[in-house]
Every structure is written in C-alpha cells, then in structure tokens.
C-alpha cells in the first residue's frame, strides 16, 4: 500500500528533468523488463523501479537493491517504444541517493580508492606502470607524442589483461603510429564512480586527465576499454572540452589494416565476437571489431544471435560486478551460452570488463570456450617480417 507521505514529487521532478523531461511517457509496457539482463538472473524489475519514481517514492528506492542493479547497458533505452531515457533516470537517482548518504556498502572501498589512489582497485599509482616494464614506450607525461594509449584501470592493473596491452602497443609501432602512454600520471576515467552516483569524484577526474592529455601533445587517444571511450567521449562535454580525436583501438586498427600497414598471415580459428555495450549502444563501434575479423585469413566467424545494437551484456558494467559479483557471474555465463550454440571455440571481445567477467563465466561453467581480446587475436595474424 502507498501512502500520500511516501510521495515525494520533488524527487519525481529531479529525475524528470534529468531525463529532458521525458520520464513521465513511461507507459509501464514492459519492454523495459523484458531486454533487462539484470532481470534474467535476480528479481531487479526496471519497470517497477521506474513505476516508483513517477509515484515519487523516494525512500523505498533508496532502501532498495534494485537502484544498483542496472548495469547501465543501455539496452532499456534502446528498445523503449516511447524513447525514455531510463539509464539517464537511473544515474540521476543514484547520484541523488548518494548525495543522502545512502551508498551500497560493497561500493564504499571502490570510493575511497578512487578519493585517495585516482583508480577503483586499491592500487598504488605506480602500478599502473608495471604491464609495460619490458616495452619500449614513450611516457607522455615527461615528453610528447601523436597517438596517447589511454589504458584504463582494468587493463592497466590486471595481469590478466596484460598480453592484450602489450599487443595493442606492438602492433600499432609496427604500422609506424608514434604511441605513448601517461605512466603513473594516468588517473582513472571516472566512469564506474559516476554509476553509482558521485559526480563530485568524476569531475575532479576528468579535470586530472583533461590537463593530462593537453600536456602530452596528442592528437588522438585510442582506448581498449569502452567504457574509458564512452565516459570520455560522451560524458566529458558535460564537464570538460576535450579537444583529442577519441576512438577505441579497434577502430585505428582497422584503419591501418585497410592502409595496408598490418601485414596478415593465417589463423586457423573458429570464433564469435560479443559487442561490449559501451562499445556498441553507447558509442555506436559495431563493424571495426568485425571488419577485423573477417580480414584475418583463415578464421570463422560466426555470430551469436543476439548481436550489435541488440548483443547480451556480460554483467560487469555499473557497478554490478562489484556490488553483485555473484549476479554479474551469472550475467556472463547466459551470454556464454549463446555464444556456445555458434559452435565457436574462441569468443573475443574488445573490452577490459567483458574480459574480466567473461573469463568468470568460463570458469564457472567450465565452458571450452577460450576468451580472448580481438586485439590478442590479431597478434597472432601479424606476419612476422
């Protein structure tokens, strides 16, 4: 039962305007629910979340699991008949929960990293340096480049990543690309911190890496996390003007491949491809990562059915895979299995956290999948001369 005093329509209104006040023609059809990944493997019903905030029940949402449940995959946004923008809602409500105090406990380490370190792993900032010790790469906080690798926090701490950085970095030297990376100085993107609802902390850290990327020269900024493109593409003009051309590593590698300048052997694989969100809905990169694949002699391609605007998110993104790692697992396992029915051997993808989560996946179904970054594929097709 509701009562008149749980109706807050003050907090109705934030959260319409955030929306470009398009909130209220939420007609409750459903669709929401229906594509919501989050849903498939908890009780998180957007519809319902959403049906609370035009209501303006503000204390039974803060209260509540499902704010943190969204793992702002944009496939709700994507599929609303009336264009509703529910992520944009979501965002605003946790950034308006924050702001009372009322933080997912299992988020509160990931906030103070971020406040003392600038990344979300408890990390010191020199180990952001430790992946590239044995390379040859220009340091673009001490003198500058063209090309800046913005490595990101996943793939910058996490060994398992590392091969697919190396890779990015050595194969863009031999097609003759002036790369440097930012070392220690490079700070956390803000991303994660803005899903959950600290704008204060995302804008400190888009300041940091605003004056970060206009010391090192750079013409362009290359990334191998989406979800670094996609907060720096399109959540940074709302607080900072970046000027440098920004666009994943698939995208110049693709690039390069069509110049000519990646020279490409065989590789006899049978493979399937998963279109991260921040990739594909949000930043609009579906056929670089593809046209990659299908220029590798000897590789089968073969695709899953739920693919490009409409693929199956992994689970890891919006704070997920840390407030409910158990649930972001699961996320990742149903995606496995539709990338099992294609009768690949490889699934690859071209983000940090898709990798991550994915190889969760795998080990807990024990799945004959092997995961692997396009990047890390592409290396193997380089031709050694």
């Known amino acids: 039962m509701i009562t008149a005093e749980e109706m807050d329509f003050e907090f109705s209104e934030e959260v319409e305007q955030a929306v470009e006040l398009g909130f209220s023609a939420c007609m409750q059809c459903g669709t929401c629910t229906a594509r919501c990944p989050s849903g498939r493997v908890s009780q998180y019903r957007s519809r319902e ?17 499902d704010l943190w449940s969204c793992t702002t995959c944009l496939a709700c946004m994507k599929n609303c008949p009336w264009e509703v923008k529910t992520t944009d809602a979501i965002l605003k409500m946790r950034a308006l929960a924050a702001s009372s105090g009322h933080i997912k406990p299992e988020h509160e380490p990931l906030i103070k990293s971020l406040e003392s370190y600038d990344n979300p792993w408890l990390q010191p900032r020199s180990g952001r340096q430790r992946w590239a010790r044995k390379l040859d790469i220009k340091d673009m906080s001490k003198e500058t480049g063209d090309v800046l690798y913005y490595v990101g926090c996943t793939a910058g701490y996490d060994p398992r990543l590392w091969g697919m950085t190396t890779d990015v970095t050595e194969i863009l030297k031999s097609a003759g690309v002036d790369i440097g990376y930012l070392g220690k100085k490079e700070a956390c993107c803000g991303g994660t911190v803005r899903g959950i609802g600290h704008p204060d902390i995302f804008e400190r850290l888009a300041n940091i890496n605003k004056e970060n990327f206009d010391k090192s020269g750079a013409h362009t900024i290359i990334y191998s996390c989406p979800g670094c493109l996609n907060t720096q593409k399109n959540a940074y003009p ?4 970046i000027e440098q051309r920004r666009m994943h590593a698939v995208e110049l590698v693709a690039e390069l491949i069509k110049e000519g300048k990646i020279p490409l052997k065989e590789v006899e694989a049978v493979v399937t491809y998963h279109d991260p969100c921040h990739l594909g809905r949000h930043c609009g990169v579906f056929d670089a990562p593809r046209e990659i694949l299908k220029a590798i002699p000897g590789v089968e391609f073969r695709e899953m059915q739920f693919i490009r605007e409409n693929s199956w998110c992994c689970g890891a993104g919006g704070g997920v895979k840390t407030g409910f790692a158990d649930r972001a697992v699961d996320m990742s396992v149903r995606r496995l299995e539709q990338a099992e029915e294609t009768g690949a051997d490889i699934i690859v993808s071209a983000c940090s956290f898709c990798y991550q989560n994915l190889l969760d996946g795998i080990k807990k179904k024990n799945s004959h999948l092997e995961m692997m970054d396009i990047i890390e594929l592409l290396k193997k097709a380089i031709k050694d001369d």
Do not use: E, N, P, T
Request: charged share 35%; hydrophobic share 50%.
């Open 49 to 65: 979340l959403f049906h609370m905030a035009q209501l303006g029940l503000k204390d039974r949402i803060f209260d509540s699991d």
């Open 238 to 241: 709302r607080v900072v003007d």
